[in-house]
């Protein structure tokens, strides 16, 4: 019945693609986290969404090990062009609020869950990391990466295709469930 649910709202909410994937089958790399920790996109230290607030892989890996699956979800966004780097920032800022409008969605409906989507949050225009606590914990999406998760094995797990095609940018996001919270 949740399983239902939660991909009527993904679907409501425009997502390309969903699937589950157990969370034994989680493709953790430590090599992911190294791009993160060579600051990458900018974000590594800048935000409760990213390392290394949230610990090392392992500890992440420890975290998702109390959770029994994972539904992954992805939205491809259509470009002008493949140097339309306008139109990713814009996709990339699109997706962010669509997932926390699905981490929303699941709290209304008392499925308690870990949220993460890809390259860490952006619901604030400068994060209170490290000084104080996050000023919107409850809409605190972590990143998929940082939890040093390869996105495009995760994709593959989960039946999504990694690539929309040409001129396309595909963004993907998780959200890790007890099986007796989704009822699967």
């Known amino acids: 019945m949740q399983k239902a649910l939660l991909n009527n709202e993904l679907t409501r909410l425009g997502m390309t693609g969903a699937g589950f994937v157990a ?57 002008a062009d493949s140097f339309d780097f306008e139109g990713m920032m814009d996709a990339k800022e ?16 008392s499925i308690a869950g870990l949220l993460l989507g890809n390259e860490g949050c952006s619901r604030c225009a400068k994060c209170t990391y490290p000084d104080s606590p996050c000023r919107f914990p409850n809409d605190l999406v972590y990143s998929l990466e940082g939890f040093g998760l390869r996105v495009d094995l995760l994709a593959q797990a989960a039946g999504i295709a990694y690539h929309g095609g040409p001129n396309t940018v595909t963004f993907f996001g998780g959200l890790l469930l007890r099986e007796k919270e989704a009822r699967i």
């Open 94 to 109: 699109d997706f962010a609020a669509l997932a926390r409008q699905f981490g929303t969605y699941c709290a209304r409906q």
């Open 23 to 79: 969370v034994p089958q989680l493709p953790f790399s430590p090599e992911v986290r190294g791009y993160c920790e060579q600051n990458k996109c900018g974000q590594y230290g800048k935000t409760w969404a990213c390392p290394p607030a949230f610990g090392s892989v392992d500890a992440c890996k420890a975290r998702c090990a109390a959770y029994d699956q994972m539904l992954v979800f992805a939205k491809c966004y259509p470009l």
